[in-house]
């Protein structure tokens, strides 16, 4: 499928969609799959026009619909949008099963500030953490051939618990509450986390909050054992 340019030239789609097999790619990597081409810039400019490429933010692409040959990844589109950073919150939460719902944002955390992109293919957001809480329970995920940084579920959990500053949260019963209301996380899912991780994470966080919930979980499989 050849596409004709202002300048004059064509474009090769199905070249193209070989030189880049993902769906999501960045500025290099269209560059370097237009490198046979004269003006490969205004090449790029015809291709936005066209829709066969998307431009998510500045440097950062997704083939249009029609030429896609799968869906995009939020998640590593994710990491690929602001970093450093690994996808978390309710976004790993439902990755993970805990949380019913599919959230709309795709969620993430980094040790940068609090920013949230509002793109053509959605809304990304990322929150702060410390850089001490940030090194720990991350785990590589892939979909498709490609990778991305994501939260294991006990960090993902902690820093949904810690984002959630307003809760005020002090006892076992009322951090019950907030899991199973505020969250619809199910006790049997909250059993099979591991209290140990979490306990490492709230002491990276220096969190109350974070270890009450080691404690939940400690006491939720002793009763369900019982």
């Known amino acids: 499928m050849l596409y ?10 199905e ?20 490198r046979g081409y004269e003006r490969p810039r205004d090449k790029i400019t015809a291709l936005l026009r066209r829709g066969v490429i998307i431009r998510v933010k500045k440097g950062i692409y997704v083939f249009g619909q029609r030429y896609a040959r799968r869906p995009f990844s939020r998640d590593v589109l994710a ?45 990304f957001i990322y929150r702060m953490v410390p850089l001490k809480a940030y090194q720990i329970g991350i785990d590589q995920a892939e979909i498709d051939g490609r990778t991305f940084l994501i939260a ?24 019950k509450e907030y899991l199973s209301a505020s969250l619809r996380i199910d006790p049997e899912s909250l059993e099979k986390l591991d209290a140990d991780i979490v306990d490492a994470v709230g002491e990276r966080y220096r969190s109350r909050k974070i270890r009450l919930l080691g404690s939940l979980i400690r006491h939720s499989r002793k009763v369900s054992h019982e």
Not at 15 to 34: K, M, N, T, V
Not at 97 to 120: C, H, K, Q, W, Y
């Open 15 to 34: 070249e193209l969609r070989r030189s880049i097999p993902g769906e999501e790619f960045d500025y290099q990597a269209l560059l370097g799959a237009l």
């Open 79 to 123: 990491n690929m949008i602001y970093g450093p950073s690994y996808v978390s919150l309710d976004c790993a939460l439902h990755y993970h099963g805990l949380i019913p719902e599919r959230v709309e944002a795709a969620t993430s955390v980094t040790i940068g500030r609090n920013r949230r992109f509002d793109t053509p293919v959605g809304l």
């Open 152 to 175: 294991i579920p006990e960090k993902a959990l902690c820093d949904k618990i810690y984002d959630d500053r307003g809760t005020g949260i002090r006892t076992q019963g009322e951090m």
């Open 4 to 13: 004709s340019c202002q300048d004059g030239g064509t474009i090769d789609i």
